[in-house]
């Protein structure tokens, strides 16, 4: 199994910008896609982005696209979640996935601890 560590979270105004980080750990990390998931108080986890093995492609929410990207390094096992134009409604605990595909949480087999992100209007 995988072993990711988030950080990178913190408090932000709104509009502002932060990026989270996520190391990982425990298999060869250009063996598997990435992804970022985020999970508000009283809701449910939800996706928001993933990363192929190589990087090439990507994959956002609907609601995200153009203020949140994700990308990867594979020489130093990390991948990354910038996050600009940051709103209220971001705040959430951000968790990174590894080893898995898609929207569904259940889909993926490696998560980290989060990291809190709290924007404040």
């Known amino acids: 199994q995988v072993q990711l560590v988030e950080s990178g979270g913190g408090l932000v105004q709104a509009g502002g910008s932060l990026r989270l980080s996520c190391a990982a750990s425990g298999r060869t990390f250009s063996n598997y896609a990435m992804a970022w998931f985020r999970e508000a108080p009283g809701s449910e986890r939800e996706f928001v982005a993933t990363?192929?093995?190589?990087?090439?492609?990507?994959y956002y929410a609907d609601s995200l696209k153009g203020r949140f990207t994700i990308s990867r390094d594979n020489a130093k096992n990390t991948v990354y979640l910038q996050m600009n134009s940051l709103k209220p409604e971001d705040t959430a605990l951000y968790y990174c996935?590894?080893?898995?595909?898609?929207?569904?949480?259940?889909?993926?087999?490696?998560w980290g601890q989060g990291t809190q992100v709290t924007v404040s209007s």
């Open positions: 990363v192929s093995w190589s990087g090439s492609s990507t």
């Open positions: 996935a590894a080893e898995g595909a898609g929207r569904r949480t259940t889909n993926w087999g490696s």
